[in-house]
């Protein structure tokens, strides 16, 4: 079984690797639910007790699918779903954290999940239109109704989450981080650690670069969004290669394949960080568990970090319009 780790100093633990559910919903092509849901069910008997959704994957199947994966055993998990959009027509047309629509979306997510409370509660990025001690106040209020157990951000600036931290504690920021996206390294981990805060990265392979399945030669459907972010094109998944090279190098003296050792890394750096790795296919997950059970030196994570340093990493994460919906 998987070992515990503490998110937050709440009292939240969860299995130190998590699944990320988006891509049984949508952007890595078209999804099969019942390869999605037989996913859930293994993650379920491998010991992976805390899941990933949002209301705006889908939007809103991903929690009806993992509402339907999930009957049940619902005592056995943790469940982290995902406010902030305002979506009509079945497309997120921007923000909208108000109050009031933060509440209907909890219980919105309540009847898709079939739970009575949310264990973790994200805002999905920041709305600059709505004050976040509103957006802080507005959770708080949920979980004194007992219909949120913990208050989430993702993609939050250092400030943003000072702020929401007085007003409420903040168990867990959720971001993007991995071997090649370390910026949270910078200012966020040190804000995280003073405030008693754990950290969720998604996309912890890079969005499957970090697999050693993809190169330059790989092609991706119209449903899968890596065909639109910079960091996918040919040119610069063959610059990239060379990260792959190193992860192969010094797993295979490890015993562990690249996505392994990518993971393996993420939960060497601290104790409070729960990457949740998002697959639909049981090989994949299987072999993502195996990280936990790799033990990696201080000597390991110094070769790592200065193989990593010496490779540059090419494009932009996100295209512009994107990228600064984050960070604020």
């Not at 982290?80 to 923000?95: D, L």
């Not at 951000?153 to 071997?179: C, F, K």
């Not at 200012?187 to 050693?212: K, M, N, W, Y």
Request: with cysteine.
């Amino acid at each position: 079984m998987l070992p515990v780790r503490a998110l937050g100093s709440q009292g939240f633990s969860v299995s130190a690797v998590g699944l990320g559910c988006l891509g049984m919903s949508q952007s890595y092509g078209t999804p099969d639910d019942t390869e999605s849901i037989a996913t859930i069910h293994r993650a379920l008997d491998l010991g992976i007790t805390f899941f990933d959704t949002a209301e705006a994957y889908g939007p809103f199947r991903n929690e009806e699918l993992l509402g339907r994966a999930l009957q049940g055993r619902r005592s056995e998990v943790a469940i982290a779903t995902k406010f902030g959009w305002h979506i009509e027509n079945g497309k997120i047309t921007g923000t909208d954290s108000r109050p009031a629509h933060i509440k209907e979306v909890a219980d919105a997510s309540l009847r898709r999940l079939g739970i009575d409370a949310i264990d973790l509660f994200y805002q999905h990025r920041v709305d600059p239109e709505v004050p976040i001690e509103d957006v802080a106040g507005a959770v708080r209020d949920l979980i004194h109704e007992g219909k949120v157990r913990c208050f989430g951000l993702s993609e939050a600036g250092v400030t943003t989450i000072r702020r929401a931290h007085a007003i409420q504690p903040v168990t867990a920021v959720q971001s993007e981080y991995s071997l090649w996206w370390r910026r949270p390294e910078a200012e966020l981990f040190p804000a995280l650690e003073e405030l008693g805060i754990g950290f969720v990265p998604f996309s912890p392979l890079g969005r499957g670069f970090l697999t050693g399945t993809i190169d330059e030669t790989t092609t991706f459907g119209g449903a899968d969004f890596r065909k639109d972010l910079p960091r996918f094109t040919p040119e610069a998944r063959k610059a990239n290669q060379a990260l792959i090279d190193l992860l192969r190098d010094i797993g295979g003296r490890k015993g562990a394949t690249p996505a392994q050792l990518a993971l393996a890394w993420l939960l060497a750096r601290k104790p409070w960080i729960v990457p949740i790795p998002g697959t639909t296919k049981l090989r994949r997950l299987e072999e993502n568990l195996g990280a936990a059970a790799i033990d990696l030196t201080s000597d390991d994570l110094r070769e790592i970090d200065g193989a990593a340093e010496r490779v540059k990493v090419q494009g932009d994460r996100y295209p512009e319009q994107l990228e600064r919906m984050t960070g604020r």
